[in-house]
């Protein structure tokens, strides 16, 4: 009892010391705290919000109106023999590979909360169901980085079979110790149309904004950090651990295209901590998540390099500086709107649940 108590000491100290800390530097580091954080906002309004939201609806929506058991029963004798789960985590798995980060969790969240897969089922397609989407890597990494879309297309298509490699090696691994149900047979709870729809959507308004938040935050660090680290190797080390936007910003122009890759493949802690929001009450395994993205990271950044060879796809960059995604203004009406929208049906959505 006395260790234990000393325990709790000590970890309330070293917090409080952290939080100090974090603290001081956001007061001397108060201008690089404002750009990231701008920076952040604009990559949500320009690229987030337009490329993940309308995914995020769309991947509670296949589970809400029942799409996801119809469209699972075709596929149920694939999903079973590849990844050992049943025919309804089809549709996620595949929107979680073209949606982006979060998409497949909070797809799975829904199948677990709507009770249409076992909790061993969602639980280990959780750990895998990890990738960034088409629009992040190819446009992005590969057209603005790099200046070469095959190079992203590369990159894109070597995250999505490390995401079935991975997958399908926990299917066997794993053999045994889950005794999963298969739930393509039972009937999912009926819901009409038009409750799905706004269920989904404001689902989706609170999903995006949670992600927003934690990119506004991870950017504003990153930021700091560059200001703090000089050594390059140590601060694309931090960047690739923190935050993926900023990680391929710096590696790009300071590295090799496969430790590129190896980012997006690991996705950073705040891709980790969306995606555990996303989940809501389904609890994970912490430590084998991060051990899983560090295993698709290397599998990602293998397949790099040998299909950068095979495809003869060179990385060009033509500038020692960081990239920027958007200018801060430079936002269009509809991302603008978009934003609005969302902002709206998340604060209908909670003055829903305080009525209740």
Request: hydrophobic share 50%; proline share 2%.
């Amino acid at each position: 009892m006395y260790i234990s108590a000393n325990a709790r000491r000590i970890k309330t100290l070293a917090l409080s010391v952290l939080t100090a800390a974090v603290c001081a530097s956001i007061i001397i580091f108060q201008q690089s705290c404002l750009n990231g954080a701008l920076r952040g906002i604009s990559l949500c309004l320009n690229v987030l919000i337009p490329s993940l939201f309308p995914f995020m609806v769309a991947s509670a929506f296949i589970v809400k109106s029942g799409l996801a058991h119809k469209l699972g029963k075709p596929l149920n004798k694939i999903t079973k023999l590849l990844f050992g789960l049943s025919g309804s985590f089809a549709p996620v798995l595949i929107l979680s590979i073209i949606g982006g980060y979060p998409v497949g969790a909070k797809g799975i969240s829904q199948l677990y909360e709507s009770k249409c897969a076992s909790e061993s089922e969602c639980k280990r397609a959780a750990l895998f169901a990890v990738c960034a989407g088409p629009g992040f890597i190819i446009s992005f990494v590969g057209a603005s980085l790099y200046s070469n879309k095959t190079l992203g297309v590369i990159i894109f298509f070597s995250q999505a079979i490390a995401v079935v490699l991975t997958g399908t090696a926990m299917r066997f691994f794993t053999k045994g110790q889950n005794n999963f149900i298969c739930k393509t047979d039972a009937k999912p709870s009926g819901v009409s149309l038009s409750s799905a729809v706004v269920e989904s959507t404001a689902q989706g308004a609170k999903g995006i904004l949670n992600i927003c938040a934690f990119v506004v935050l991870f950017s504003a660090f990153a930021e700091m950090i560059s200001q703090a680290i000089e050594n390059d190797i140590l601060k694309g080390v931090v960047y690739c651990v923190l935050e993926v936007c900023s990680a391929v910003n710096f590696l790009s122009v300071k590295s090799t295209v496969e430790m590129c890759a190896f980012a997006v493949g690991f996705g950073g802690i705040c891709v980790h901590f969306q995606i555990f929001s996303a989940l809501g009450s389904l609890k994970i395994n912490k430590l084998s998540f991060f051990a899983l993205r560090i295993i698709q990271g290397i599998i990602t950044a293998t397949l790099v390099f040998f299909g950068t060879k095979i495809f003869h796809a060179e990385a060009q960059v033509f500038s020692t500086s960081w990239v920027q995604s958007s200018d801060i203004y430079g936002g269009s009406i509809i991302s603008a709107a978009a934003l609005i929208g969302v902002s709206i049906c998340f604060l209908y959505s909670i003055k829903s649940i305080k009525q209740k």
